[in-house]
């Protein structure tokens, strides 16, 4: 069982450029996450996606959006990367029907992001 | 200003010893979750408690929910090298998940 996957681990990109963070999932769950972990701040929410089709803003969206088109995919872009946005970067999915946080959230094992 | 501030934020403890880590806050949750979190890994869940005064326990650890349901604590008994980590706290308030920045927790052997 893969659980959550995410592509890359780790990457270094010039300020500027436009990236894609890859975040895969088999569990077949409705709602998916993605944050950012900054030494000090711990995680921040920035996009969600109750189901597919839809997704939300979460506490730190600027700078990032996010596409939900099936299940299992929910990526990550930065249209035009900025050194602030050299974070580690987690992708989370629960069966979380009430939207409560009752529900375990599951994580991936992260992408180390360097924007220089 | 952190919706959950976590205490301490670092913990270097011997092996053996019993410690408690906080989670506070000024506003009332529906329901508040520990995660551990090990290096170069993301969280896992630990527990998610959900009424006020509530207490679980898993193992060695043991989690209460404060009676306002405002704060949370998590205590553990004996603490062993594999309790290592960074241990977060986290509520939902709608479809905004918060997590506390942490208790960095090193237990030595």
């Known amino acids: 069982i893969a659980g959550i996957t995410q592509a890359p681990t780790s990457q270094i990109l010039a300020a500027g450029r436009r990236m894609t963070l890859r975040c895969t999932q088999d569990m077949r769950h409705n709602a998916m996450y993605w944050y950012r972990q900054d030494l000090g701040l711990g995680l921040r929410l920035i996009h969600y996606s109750n189901t597919a089709g839809t997704t939300g803003k979460g506490e730190v969206p600027d700078g990032y959006s996010v596409s939900r088109a099936n299940t299992d995919d929910f990526p990550l872009t930065l249209a035009s990367a900025v050194p602030s946005q050299t974070s580690v970067y987690f992708c989370?999915?629960?069966?979380?029907?009430?939207?409560?946080?009752?529900?375990?959230?599951?994580f991936g094992p992260g992408t180390r992001l360097t924007v220089l | 200003t952190q919706l959950l501030e976590q205490s301490p934020q670092f913990l270097s403890i011997q092996e053996g010893e019993n410690l408690t880590v906080y989670c506070n806050s000024s506003s009332v949750f529906s329901s508040l979750q520990w995660y551990r979190q090990e290096p170069g890994e993301g969280p896992v869940l630990l527990v998610t408690v959900v009424t006020g005064g509530e207490v679980k326990k898993l193992k060695r650890l043991t989690f209460q929910f404060g009676d306002a349901r405002k704060d949370s604590s998590l205590h553990i008994t004996a603490a062993q090298p594999g309790d290592t980590g960074l241990y977060l706290c986290a509520v939902s308030t709608g479809n905004q998940f918060y997590f506390g920045t942490g208790t960095s927790l090193t237990v030595i052997p």
């Open positions: 989370a999915s629960s069966d979380d029907q009430a939207g409560d946080l009752t529900d375990t959230q599951y």
